[in-house]
Nanobody
């Protein structure tokens, strides 16, 4: 049973990346899934959540630029990140649980670098 985050990489400012949080050993569509990010030396930041009812939530810093969605056929939750800024650079993590704030599973991080 695990979560695996992937899709990070190097992108220029204004570019896009799509992160994926894939589950194995359990069905992700019955869980709330949250994306966090953390830059070295900074506190972990909550980024976005998709509830078990598919309601979506975003931090003000990413609203209008990031979109969280489910791909139930692939048992994944994706985070489409557009108009990336240097301040979006961080290690991104996903977590899943019955609700936001109560997490049963954590994925390893995937690095996002935004630089010209």
């Amino acid at each position: 049973v695990q979560l695996q985050a992937s899709g990070g990489g190097l992108v220029q400012p204004g570019g896009s990346l799509r992160l994926s949080c894939a589950a194995s050993g359990f069905t992700l569509d019955t869980y709330a899934v949250v994306w966090f990010r953390q830059d070295p030396g900074k506190e972990r930041e909550w980024v976005s959540c998709i509830g078990a009812d598919d309601t979506t939530y975003y931090a003000d810093s990413v609203k209008g630029r990031f979109t969280i969605s489910r791909d139930n056929a692939k048992n994944t939750v994706n985070l489409q990140m557009n108009s990336l800024k240097p301040e979006d650079a961080a290690v991104y993590y996903c977590a899943a649980g019955p609700r936001d704030g109560n997490y049963d599973y954590w994925g390893q991080g995937t690095q996002v670098t935004v630089s010209s």
